[in-house]
């Protein structure tokens, strides 16, 4: 197990509990130091250092940016142990309220599609940051329907009835990297070796991998995250070559969300050594 895990999640994107369980579970799992880099939001910021405090954990603050390139999701964390709040917030908005109209189209897509009828205001009203991710739609459908959550998960999935791509409110990689640094923050690559599940042709995965980096890299990427959940021996053998070939930073993060979401993964299977 790695002591500092600097890739978690709580409900205020897609994660199963809140900031204060996410805490607990870390102190009681044995760990050093953890970072709740939520979806697209800052919300986390405002309780992260006393929740710290209380478990004798250290922490900083910590987001991760959607973006899209070559027709593949990816991601980018952002890291700082003080934002410049206004800054990052601005950036993200564009962000935050292309989710929500999302999330409104998959909930018509549903309604149409499933006869699933769930009010989005209702959705809204129970996210503590104010956007709604997929998975809590398919949270709510489990609330409705006698269905199992991978069921529901599949319905607004890649190949569901009622799946809705991202539209063109997703920032291009360079632009996030962009908005972190203007936010007084470092920006690293999120989980590299998981973009081939989106990928329409996965034989150009590891070639757009590369030239995504090297773009970054002329725009000022600081990191990788070279240890993932999703990541293979192969793998981070891999990113820990390209990393030093760019001079970046190596992080890692476990990218846990909860049991419920994503049972496969435990907080501190992948992060950080004290050193």
């Known amino acids: 197990m790695f002591p500092y895990d600097i890739h978690i999640h709580s409900n205020f994107s897609d994660g199963d509990f809140p900031p204060e369980v996410v805490f607990m579970r870390a102190k009681s799992a044995g760990l050093k130091g953890i970072v ?3 979806h ?10 006393e929740l710290a405090r209380k478990n004798d954990l250290w922490t900083c603050q910590g987001v991760e940016v959607t973006g899209s390139f070559e027709d593949m999701d990816i991601h980018i964390l952002g890291y700082s142990l003080k934002f410049d709040i206004r800054t990052l917030n601005t950036g993200l908005k564009p962000i935050q309220e292309g989710y929500n109209e999302r999330a409104q189209i998959i909930l018509e897509k549903l309604k149409i599609n499933a006869n699933i009828d769930i009010d989005f205001n209702t959705l809204l009203q129970s996210k503590a940051a104010g956007v709604v991710y997929r998975y809590n739609i398919a949270q709510a459908i489990v609330a409705v329907q006698n269905m199992a959550l991978k069921d529901a998960q599949k319905m607004i999935g890649r190949s569901g009835i009622a799946w809705e791509p991202y539209g063109d409110w997703v920032p291009k990689p360079a632009d996030i990297v962009a908005m972190i640094h203007n936010a007084h923050g470092i920006a690293v690559l999120a989980h590299p070796g998981d973009m081939k599940r989106s990928a ?6 590891k070639q757009n991998i590369e030239s995504l980096i090297s773009e970054l890299v002329k725009h000022g990427l600081d990191g990788i995250e070279v240890q993932h959940s999703s990541h293979s021996p192969g793998d981070v053998t891999y990113f820990k070559q390209l990393a030093r070939e760019h001079n ?8 846990w969300h909860g049991e419920i979401h994503h049972p496969e993964i435990t907080m501190g299977m992948a992060g950080l050594t004290e050193s």
């Open 36 to 38: 709740v880099s939520d």
């Open 200 to 205: 329409h042709d996965i034989t150009q995965t």
């Open 248 to 255: 970046l930073i190596a992080t890692g993060g476990s990218d």
């Open 40 to 49: 697209n939001i800052t919300k986390q910021f405002e309780i992260i250092d």
